[in-house]
């Protein structure tokens, strides 16, 4: 078992009889179909459609839903929604007691909710309020997220600053196109019947270490997005995919600061870099 403590994740709890229906109304992804055993990404949005919050929501075998997110925001996250709750019969709370850890490199136990955000590879599950005896690094998680394309606010972008599909969520099950209005749908609905996303989360490989995170990438010379997570030759960026399509066509290096990498789109997202000599939507259906 490999298992380490997220010392900066904590959990909100939304129960009571109308909490289902308000989170259905309120968040990106869809509650109404989510199962049991997995925790599922999702954010609440700004009505200009960009991610305010994001987390990883679940059911707590007991009626209740939990959100796992960074500690930092649990304040604000439960003042929104206490806002959004109106008349709503619906309790929100923090439960920042609750350990929050990620494990893999093991079968699930009682208890373990696999994390549908890895959807290749060897699965990744959240623990809650176990204390497991953890003795992986962080760097460890973190080249699983690089290897996997699983993006996270603040390790590799700011909140208010993107959209869903910036950061896959269009593709994750972090938004929910079939379920109907929520805050911000009108946005990003649009982007994705127009296909008009542009900037996307890719993985990052050099011959030498990367630079540090925030460190600017550049494509043909012009800045075309910025490094995430760094872990020795490998990191996640969130980039301009028309301009890292316009580099390849012209065969010119990308670098980050003056390191020469190498940009992929992760494989399970199907989506391909705009070029020149081809007519294939970047964004996919």
């Known amino acids: 078992m490999t298992c380490l403590t997220l010392a900066h994740r904590s959990l909100v709890c939304i129960s009571g009889e109308d909490a289902q229906s308000l989170m259905q109304d309120v968040i990106s992804c869809d509650v109404d179909n989510l199962p049991d055993g997995i925790v599922r990404p999702g954010a609440l949005l700004t009505p200009q459609g960009k991610i305010m919050f994001d987390f990883l929501v679940s059911r707590d075998g007991e009626g209740r839903f939990l959100f796992d997110m960074n500690t930092t925001q649990i304040a604000a996250f439960v003042q929104r929604m206490t806002m959004y709750r109106l008349r709503a019969k619906a309790q929100i709370s923090a439960l920042e007691d609750l350990s929050v850890q990620a494990v893999w490199d093991m079968d699930a136990k009682p208890g373990f909710l696999q994390d549908s955000r890895f959807v290749e590879g060897i699965p990744v599950y959240r623990v809650y309020g176990q204390a497991l005896a953890c003795d992986a690094l962080q760097a460890d998680y973190d080249l699983l997220r690089i290897e996997a394309g699983v993006a996270e606010a603040e390790a590799d972008y700011k909140l208010s600053d993107v959209f869903p599909h910036d950061v896959l969520m269009d593709l994750n099950g972090g938004v929910s196109f079939k379920k109907g209005c929520f805050v911000g ?101």
């Open 185 to 285: 749908q009108e946005v990003v609905s649009r982007m994705q019947h127009r296909a008009t996303a542009r900037r996307r989360v890719v993985s990052v490989r050099a011959h030498a270490p990367l630079p540090d995170t925030e460190t600017p990438i550049m494509a043909n010379g012009r800045a075309a997005g910025t490094l995430g997570t760094v872990v020795g030759d490998r990191g996640l960026a969130l980039v301009r995919i028309d301009k890292i399509g316009a580099a390849l066509d012209a065969d010119q290096p990308i670098l980050a600061g003056d390191v020469a990498v190498t940009i992929t789109l992760p494989a399970w997202t199907k989506l391909v870099f705009p070029r020149a000599e081809s007519t294939t939507e970047a964004d996919g259906d």
